[in-house]
Structures are given as structure tokens and as C-alpha cells.
């Protein structure tokens, strides 16, 4: 098929590639000329694993092109709209500002039989008015809505063969169109739920409301372990094997960052607001609060590690994206931690394998080394935060020889406290004893 991804951003540049390593010729769309010239050349403009040998297999076959100019999307019969739905400057609702001109922009190069397909997260009612802009078009084209349901660092895999698809649409002759554009999943047995376009945006809200709920559910038992001596890890252990909870997102820390589930939740508060059911979602408040107290309670921690002398003491932070995997620090627990605690006087060291750059751009105040151990060496205290294999496996003995102070925050609790303590390190955990 002849595809057309508009917007080439985290979403649109791996359902680009992927589409076209799937057999489809696709064309990606960005007004970002930089951006363009980068994966037109075969370079992923964000570390995805997988994502620069797709990008170039499709390239090298000839079925992949980038584009700034709308007019490549001539000759496609399906138009990908996977442009950004950030948070409004003033609200906590989604600038739909991107979406909009994605259609407006798409009118002219639309014909009879095309067919629409957003793609990104939007609020409940978008999709509805969009397809009343393109029938009041007379291009003949029709909407549906895809959501996407990717994890930064599985998004290739994601994309190729994701859990479910969910297809929202408006005439029920677009489902043809959409199983032949996702024939190999398909053929796979991936589940396939076909539905209007209300319940098919509010699917993808609500997947992320849940994860979301989940974690901040968890870290809330972390903040009742923590003055009762409990342990949460083996709290979360032992409800996860009840299968109806599930142990996967259980994991207490510092809790969830990137550039979905926060502004997810916060969109969503708002549009039931609008709707005027914002009490059937006011629990997604207490949610965003558990979450970010889980970032003051780390550098709490660390002030009660440092005795209360925090001023001009060496403080290692381990890791700064939001999760490991990903270059991505937008809304990121690691980085906030790390500017709080240089906020309370202490000489913050970061590193991390991949997310220094995007880090330094937006604190440019921090110090920050690739080097792993040249951020340990002589530091008084050392506060893992994002969970790089890199962190999770390093040898305490060894880390006791080079750093002053032998103490140490696991903020995921990732590390053996037996091991650390019998290296002769004060361990301290989220939520644990
Ligand atoms: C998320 C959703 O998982 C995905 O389906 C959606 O399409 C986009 O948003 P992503 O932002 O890539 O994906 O990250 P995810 O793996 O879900 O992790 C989100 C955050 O939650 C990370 O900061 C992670 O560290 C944190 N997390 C996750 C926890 O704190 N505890 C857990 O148990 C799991």
C-alpha cells in the first residue's frame, strides 16, 4: 500500500520505518527540515534500539522517503497523522494545535476513497469533529482512529507486532483498509478490537490512566511501608502473584516520567473536566501527587543520607532519562531529582549512557561525565535513579574503593541490599525496611 506518516517525530519516525519494513511505501512527512535530512540520511534523531537498522533496510529498498513538503503524500491512499499532542502552556489539556493543521494541510492532496488515520493521543470528541472537517471537505476521504500503544525502547517491536490493534472508525468499509495495512500482525494473531472513534481515543487514555494508577498504587504502599517498616518489594511480589493484579508495572521508586503518562493524566483530568465529569477521574490528581512526591521524598532521602550537609557534597545521580533504553528526559524523575538536590547546595555529578545531551540542553547548570565511575569517584553519596543494566550491575566492592561517602539511594530498587550492606554500605530503598 502507499502510505503517508505525518509528523516524524518519537511516534510518526517508527511507524514510518516500520511500515515500510513491513512491505507498504511509505513517505514521512516533517516540517522539522533537520529532522528530515537526518532520517532521510539513515539516522534516528533519538536513541530506539532497533530503530537505525530498520530505518536502514527500508531506506536501502527503496520504499522509505522523508519529505518537508505535504505535496509527497500525493499518491498515498492512507495518511498517518502521528503529530505531538503536547500539554497547553496555560492547562494541563493537549495543544491539539499540531493535529489541527495536520488535517488543514492534508485537505488539497486528499481524494475519493482516501482514508485518515490518526494516530496520536488525543482527547475524547477529537476525531468526531476532524471527521466532520473532512466531510465538509468534499475530498471524499473518510477518519479512523489507530492509537498506538508503543513503549520508548520496545518501539519497533511495538509497532511490528503490537499487543492489540484498535481501530475507531466511522464507516465500516475503512476496516478493510486498515487490516490491509496491518496484514502481518494480523496473520500473527494479534487481537483486533473494531470501534467508534470515542471509545477507540478513550482506549488509549485509559491504558495509560491504569499503568499510570498502577504505579502511583504501588509507590502509595511504598510511602505506608516506609513508616511501618514494611518492605515493598516483597509486598508487590507477593499481590503480583495474585494473576487478577499481575506483578508487571509494580515496581515502587521514583516513579513514572516520560513523555506520555504524565501529560496523559493531566490531559485526561481536563477533558472530563470539560465534559463535566471531572469527579470520574479525580483520583488521576492523587496519582500526578503521589508521583511527584516520590521525587521530593528521594531528595529528602538524600539530605538525611548527607546528615543534613548537603552544601559542596559530591553527589553521583546514576542515570537521567526517564526509564533506561532511551535518550527522552522530558518530564524525567532522574533529572528533577538531580536538579533539586543542586538546589539544596550539593556539587550533583550525572551520568547516563545516552540521555547527557538532551540533559544538559535543559540544565545546563549540572555537571555531567559519560564515565560512570568518574561521577562515583570521590562522591559522598550516590542516588541511582534510572535503572541502566550498566547501574544495576555494578560491584559494590569495587565502588566502595573509589567513592568518600558509602551510601547509597537505590531509587528503583534494583540493587541486592544484602550485597551493598555486606560491601560496608548504608543501603537505602523506596519503601524498604
Ligand atoms: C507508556 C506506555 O507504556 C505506552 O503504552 C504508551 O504508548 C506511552 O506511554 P513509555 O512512556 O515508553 O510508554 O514508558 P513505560 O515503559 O510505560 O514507563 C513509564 C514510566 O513509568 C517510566 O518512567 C518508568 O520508569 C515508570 N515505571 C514503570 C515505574 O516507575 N514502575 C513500574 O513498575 C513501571
Same mark, same amino acid.
Not at 527503496?62 to 500539554?87: E, K, M, N, W, Y
Not at 545531551?357 to 559519560?370: F, G, M, S, V
Given at each position: 500500500?502507499?502510505?503517508?506518516?505525518?509528523?516524524?517525530?518519537?511516534?510518526?519516525?517508527?511507524?514510518?520505518?516500520?511500515?515500510?519494513?513491513?512491505?507498504?511505501?511509505? #513517505? @514521512?512527512?516533517?516540517? $522539522?527540515? &533537520? /529532522?528530515?535530512?537526518?532520517?532521510? !540520511?539513515?539516522?534516528?534523531?533519538?536513541?530506539? =534500539? *532497533?530503530?537505525?537498522?530498520?530505518?536502514?533496510?527500508?531506506?536501502?529498498?527503496?520504499?522509505?522517503?522523508?519529505?518537508?513538503?505535504?505535496?509527497?503524500?500525493?499518491?498515498?491512499?492512507?495518511?498517518?497523522?502521528?503529530?505531538?499532542?503536547?500539554?497547553?502552556?496555560?492547562?494541563?489539556?493537549?495543544?491539539?494545535?499540531?493535529?489541527?493543521?495536520?488535517?488543514?494541510?492534508?485537505?488539497?492532496?486528499?481524494?475519493?476513497?482516501?482514508?485518515?488515520?490518526?494516530?496520536?493521543?488525543?482527547?475524547?470528541?477529537?476525531?468526531?469533529?476532524?471527521?466532520?472537517?473532512?466531510?465538509?471537505?468534499?475530498?471524499?476521504?473518510?477518519?479512523?482512529?489507530?492509537?498506538?500503544?508503543?513503549?520508548?525502547?520496545?518501539?519497533?517491536?511495538?509497532?511490528?507486532?503490537?499487543?492489540?490493534?484498535?481501530?475507531? #472508525? @466511522?464507516?465500516?468499509? $475503512?476496516? &478493510? /483498509?486498515?487490516?490491509?495495512?496491518? !496484514?502481518?500482525?494480523?496473520?500473527?494473531?494479534? =487481537? *483486533?478490537?473494531?470501534?467508534?472513534?470515542?471509545?477507540?481515543?478513550?482506549?488509549?487514555?485509559?491504558?495509560?490512566?491504569?499503568?499510570?494508577?498502577?504505579?502511583?498504587?504501588?509507590?502509595?504502599?511504598?510511602?505506608?511501608?516506609?513508616?511501618?517498616?514494611?518492605?515493598?518489594?516483597?509486598?508487590?511480589?507477593?499481590?503480583?502473584?495474585?494473576?487478577?493484579?499481575?506483578?508487571?508495572?509494580?515496581?515502587?521508586?521514583?516513579?513514572?516520567?516520560?513523555?506520555?503518562?504524565?501529560?496523559?493524566?493531566?490531559?485526561?483530568?481536563?477533558?472530563?473536566?470539560?465534559?463535566?465529569?471531572?469527579?470520574?477521574?479525580?483520583?488521576?490528581?492523587?496519582?500526578?501527587?503521589?508521583?511527584?512526591?516520590?521525587?521530593?521524598?528521594?531528595?529528602?532521602?538524600?539530605?538525611?543520607?548527607?546528615?543534613?550537609?548537603?552544601? @559542596?557534597?559530591?553527589?553521583?545521580?546514576?542515570?537521567?532519562?526517564?526509564?533506561?533504553?532511551?535518550?527522552?528526559?522530558?518530564?524525567? =524523575?532522574?533529572?528533577?531529582?538531580?536538579?533539586?538536590?543542586?538546589?539544596?547546595?550539593?556539587?550533583?555529578?550525572?551520568?547516563?549512557?545516552?540521555?547527557?545531551?538532551?540533559?544538559?540542553?535543559?540544565?545546563?547548570?549540572?555537571?555531567?561525565?559519560?564515565?560512570?565511575?568518574?561521577?562515583?569517584?570521590?562522591?559522598?553519596?550516590?542516588?541511582?535513579?534510572?535503572?541502566?543494566?550498566?547501574?544495576?550491575?555494578?560491584?559494590?566492592?569495587?565502588?566502595?574503593?573509589?567513592?568518600?561517602?558509602?551510601?547509597?539511594?537505590?531509587?528503583?530498587?534494583?540493587?541486592?541490599?544484602?550485597?551493598?550492606?555486606?560491601?560496608?554500605?548504608?543501603?537505602?530503598?523506596?519503601?524498604?525496611?
Amino acid at each position: 500500500m502507499r502510505i503517508s506518516v505525518i509528523g516524524c517525530g518519537y511516534l510518526g519516525a517508527v511507524h514510518a520505518a516500520a511500515m515500510a519494513e513491513l512491505g507498504h511505501d511509505v #513517505v @514521512g512527512v516533517d516540517i $522539522d527540515a &533537520a /529532522k528530515v535530512s537526518m532520517l532521510a !540520511a539513515g539516522k534516528a534523531p533519538f536513541f530506539e =534500539p *532497533r530503530l537505525p537498522e530498520v530505518l536502514a533496510s527500508a531506506l536501502a529498498s527503496g520504499r522509505l522517503t522523508f519529505s518537508t513538503d505535504l505535496a509527497a503524500v500525493h499518491g498515498a491512499s492512507i495518511h498517518f497523522v502521528a503529530v505531538g499532542t503536547p500539554q497547553s502552556k496555560d492547562s494541563y489539556a493537549a495543544d491539539l494545535t499540531y493535529v489541527d493543521a495536520a488535517i488543514e494541510g492534508l485537505l488539497p492532496f486528499l481524494s475519493e476513497g482516501d482514508l485518515v488515520v490518526g494516530k496520536s493521543t488525543v482527547p475524547v470528541g477529537t476525531a468526531e469533529r476532524l471527521s466532520a472537517v473532512l466531510a465538509q471537505s468534499g475530498t471524499g476521504a473518510s477518519l479512523a482512529w489507530n492509537p498506538e500503544f508503543l513503549r520508548e525502547g520496545f518501539a519497533v517491536k511495538d509497532t511490528v507486532e503490537p499487543d492489540r490493534l484498535v481501530y475507531g #472508525v @466511522g464507516d465500516a468499509a $475503512d476496516v &478493510a /483498509k486498515l487490516d490491509e495495512v496491518y !496484514a502481518q500482525a494480523l496473520a500473527a494473531g494479534t =487481537p *483486533r478490537i473494531v470501534t467508534d472513534y470515542a471509545t477507540a481515543e478513550l482506549v488509549k487514555v485509559a491504558a495509560n490512566a491504569f499503568l499510570a494508577t498502577k504505579i502511583s498504587f504501588i509507590n502509595a504502599m511504598a510511602e505506608i511501608a516506609e513508616v511501618t517498616g514494611a518492605d515493598v518489594t516483597a509486598l508487590a511480589d507477593a499481590i503480583g502473584h495474585d494473576a487478577r493484579i499481575g506483578r508487571r508495572f509494580l515496581n515502587a521508586g521514583v516513579g513514572f516520567g516520560g513523555g506520555c503518562l504524565p501529560k496523559d493524566i493531566r490531559a485526561f483530568t481536563a477533558r472530563a473536566e470539560e465534559l463535566g465529569r471531572g469527579e470520574s477521574v479525580a483520583f488521576l490528581k492523587e496519582v500526578d501527587a503521589i508521583n511527584m512526591r516520590r521525587r521530593d521524598r528521594v531528595a529528602e532521602l538524600a539530605v538525611q543520607a548527607l546528615d543534613g550537609a548537603v552544601l @559542596g557534597k559530591k553527589v553521583a545521580v546514576l542515570g537521567v532519562t526517564f526509564k533506561p533504553h532511551s535518550d527522552d528526559v522530558r518530564d524525567s =524523575p532522574a533529572l528533577d531529582v538531580a536538579v533539586k538536590l543542586k538546589g539544596l547546595g550539593a556539587d550533583v555529578v550525572v551520568t547516563d549512557p545516552e540521555g547527557l545531551d538532551n540533559a544538559r540542553t535543559r540544565h545546563p547548570q549540572l555537571l555531567y561525565t559519560q564515565m560512570t565511575e568518574e561521577a562515583l569517584r570521590h562522591a559522598d553519596l550516590a542516588v541511582l535513579v534510572t535503572e541502566w543494566p550498566e547501574y544495576v550491575e555494578l560491584d559494590p566492592v569495587h565502588v566502595a574503593e573509589i567513592v568518600r561517602g558509602r551510601h547509597i539511594i537505590d531509587a528503583r530498587n534494583v540493587l541486592d541490599p544484602a550485597a551493598w550492606k555486606a560491601a560496608g554500605w548504608d543501603y537505602t530503598g523506596l519503601g524498604r525496611a
